[in-house]
């Protein structure tokens, strides 16, 4: 089993950056893709990027660069920079991770999730 834990989310304005972080623990964590996922109110959870253990991209055409995922695998954790914030971006952010190496941007194909961390981005 793997625990996702996110942190870093908070009131912003727009323009602004923040960082997101996803400490991963557990026996189970090995090498699987890692992945950000987005939920605005009233919205369904939207993919917004991924990466692999060795480093592979994926974004959202909505994020690309405004958005940058990272992971430090010595430390198990996973980042996402956000730059330019818009009052789009707001939404709860969840971490996930996958059993498998490759990347995915479908919510079914990750098998754990974070509890999330909410993003608001003023206006």
């Known amino acids: 089993q793997v625990q996702l834990v996110e942190s870093g989310g908070g009131l912003v304005q727009a323009g602004d950056s923040l960082r997101l972080s996803c400490a991963a623990s557990?026996?189970?964590?090995?090498?699987?893709?890692m992945g950000w996922f987005r939920q605005a109110p009233g919205k369904e959870r939207e993919f917004v990027a991924a990466?692999?253990?060795?480093?592979?991209?994926n974004y959202a055409d909505s994020v690309k660069g405004r958005f940058t995922v990272s992971r430090d695998n010595t430390k198990n954790t996973l980042y996402l920079q956000m730059s330019s914030l818009e009052p789009e971006d707001t939404a709860v952010y969840y971490c996930?991770?996958?059993?498998?190496?490759?990347?995915?941007?479908?919510?079914?194909?990750?098998?754990?999730w974070g509890q999330g961390t909410q993003v608001t981005v003023s206006s």
């Open positions: 557990g026996s189970s964590f090995s090498s699987g893709a």
């Open positions: 990466v692999t253990w060795g480093g592979l991209l």
């Open positions: 996930a991770a996958r059993r498998t190496r490759w990347p995915s941007t479908q919510i079914v194909e990750y098998d754990y």
